[in-house]
């Protein structure tokens, strides 16, 4: 991964903030208390890079997806989103992980899990755009071996970059009842309608990467941006659940670096005050969240505050914004033992080892990007990672993906708000 050059004592102050907050279990072993509603996020990397392959996987018997259901069963979060499991529109590959996983007690896990409510819906990964975004002179077909294309040409000339329709999808899961009639989808958004969007300048010509042909039909979420409502026994609660592009995999331009930024934005945009007449969802209905909603963003948004690459300033608006309750960093003791061997082996980090989320290898090290940002107008009364240290036999568990669970626990507390 490219390494941010951006130094400003903003992403310092915040780290030095958090690595003073207050200390929460490395683990979340038992269940939230009665007074408590959890909410999680997890990249389970259940895709598959054939259409229907996850399914399939499901179908025969999966070690990964066993143990993301035990650290679910582990954890068990009320409502969870999940990244990175594919989506279908039968939701095949979803009620098999509730009926032979979630719902069967794990290895390692706890009790069976079952979920009475979710959501899942289209998202634009390995959707042909019939443009060659990655200009490299052909438009992918969208097909195996179509014009001959290769696996690279097909994902990088979709919407979202997938192998198929539906790689790296969302689900949502919940205890509680979601209001799926009322729940918005931005994956059509375009990104040129974000005002002062970060359009791609490639540095080889000093022109725009897109030109004026392409950029107007280009769509900003990589995969989709969901705003989930759940009537909790508290009231109602936002679930805006995403998982923008990682901010690599480009060249100079800087492409998915920025679209990442703008990705994170949305959200800033649509917490903030203001008609937003440009911030249109999917039915056509544009505008922002009402003020006074109360909400949690969640997901691998795919950007650390401080280390790693990508627009630090994106991330650390979204977690300084006014709406955004200010809380102690989920940490887990596995993350920090992880972030300081990589230390240890050269990989240096600003940001506290405790607050990582996943473990990407021996190139990159580990980073915090997997987020549960509850809004102002909630009480935060715990959150974690789930990632033991390796003595912990909970280790055992917790591999199924490189990213680990992370989880807040919200008091319920009636509100009248929408």
């Not at 000339?157 to 989808?185: C, E, K, N, T």
């Not at 800033?268 to 544009?286: F, K, N, T």
Request: aromatic fraction near 8%; proline fraction near 7%; charged fraction near 20%.
């Amino acid at each position: 991964m490219r390494m941010s050059i951006h130094r400003s004592s903003l992403f310092l102050l915040l780290t030095m903030l958090s690595a003073c907050a207050g200390r929460e279990p490395a683990t979340a072993a038992s269940a939230p208390a009665a007074t408590a509603l959890r909410v999680a996020t997890y990249n389970a990397s259940l895709y598959d890079d054939a259409a229907g392959g996850l399914v399939g996987r499901l179908r025969r018997g999966d070690e990964g997806a066993r143990k993301i259901a035990a650290v679910l069963q582990r954890v068990r979060p009320d409502l969870v989103l999940l990244n990175e499991f594919d989506y279908d529109a039968e939701g095949r590959a979803a009620d098999l992980f509730q009926r032979d996983y979630l719902a069967r007690p794990q290895a390692g896990g706890g009790a069976a899990l079952h979920y009475p409510y979710r959501y899942l819906a289209e998202v634009n990964t390995g959707v042909p755009s019939g443009l060659d975004l990655d200009r490299n002179g052909t438009v992918a077909s969208g097909r195996n071996g179509g014009n001959g294309d290769t696996a690279r040409d097909r994902g990088n000339d979709a919407w979202g970059y997938g192998l198929h329709p539906g790689q790296y999808g969302m689900l949502v899961l919940s205890r509680f009842p979601i209001d799926a009639a009322q729940a918005r989808s931005f994956r059509l958004l375009r990104w040129a309608a974000m005002p002062g969007a970060r359009r791609p300048v490639d540095p080889a010509t000093g022109g725009y990467w897109h030109d004026d042909a392409v950029w107007p039909r280009l769509r900003l979420s990589s995969k989709s941006h969901w705003d989930v409502p759940v009537d909790t026994p508290a009231g109602r609660l936002h679930l805006l659940a995403s998982h923008p592009t990682p901010p690599v995999f480009d060249g100079p331009e800087d492409r998915n670096g920025a679209r990442n930024a703008d990705e994170i934005r949305l959200w800033r945009e649509y917490i903030s005050p203001g008609a937003h007449g440009w911030l249109c969802d999917d039915a056509g209905v544009c505008g922002g969240l009402a003020d006074g909603a109360r909400f949690v963003i969640a997901g691998d948004l795919n950007n650390d505050p401080a280390d790693g690459d990508g627009h630090h300033e994106a991330i650390v608006e979204l977690l300084e914004h006014p709406r955004v309750l200010r809380m102690p960093t989920p940490r887990s003791d596995g993350g920090a033992q992880a972030a300081r061997a990589y230390a240890a082996a050269g990989i240096a980090r600003r940001g506290a080892p405790e607050h990582v989320t996943g473990d990407f290898g021996p190139r990159t090290g580990a980073l915090r990007l997997d987020y549960v940002l509850p809004s102002t107008g909630l009480e935060v009364r715990g959150s974690g990672v789930f990632w033991p240290p390796a003595s912990d036999p909970d280790a055992a568990i917790a591999d199924g993906s490189d990213h680990h669970l992370v989880w807040v626990d919200l008091a319920l507390q009636p509100s009248s708000g929408p």
